[in-house]
């Protein structure tokens, strides 16, 4: 198994960036496809970015293409997300999750690991 430590959000003005970061350790992360999901306050949690085992192949939720880019370091056992043009819709406890498969996912339940969520909150 892996363990996920999600770390790097805060508090950010519209328009800001931040970089989120997600520490594995245990087993080989580079087997892991990774990915980041988010959570509103009232809200489903939902889909953000995936990434392939080994950076190869992101997928993107709509509401984030074009501002949100999902990265790897296998040599660092790390994943990122890098989010610019915030908006304060963006709000929400992100979670990094891993899934023993080499094929991407948009879907929650077919990841089997889950940090424990950082905080983003934009504010206007």
């Known amino acids: 198994q892996v363990q996920l430590v999600d770390t790097g959000g805060g508090l950010v003005q519209v328009g800001g960036s931040l970089r989120l970061s997600c520490a594995a350790s245990?087993?080989?992360?580079?087997?892991?496809?990774m990915g980041w999901f988010r959570q509103a306050p009232g809200k489903d949690r939902e889909f953000v970015a995936t990434?392939?085992?080994?950076?190869?192949?992101?997928y993107y939720a709509d509401s984030v293409k074009g501002r949100f880019t999902i990265s790897r370091d296998n040599a660092k056992n790390t994943l990122y997300l890098q989010m610019n043009s915030l908006k304060p819709e963006d709000t929400a406890v992100y979670y990094c999750?891993?899934?023993?498969?080499?094929?991407?996912?948009?879907?929650?339940?077919?990841?089997?690991?889950w940090g424990q969520g950082t905080q983003v909150t934009v504010s206007s």
């Open positions: 999750a891993a899934r023993e498969s080499g094929l991407t996912s948009r879907q929650e339940n077919e990841y089997r690991y």
């Open positions: 990434i392939s085992p080994r950076g190869i192949t992101t």
């Open positions: 245990g087993r080989t992360f580079s087997i892991y496809t």
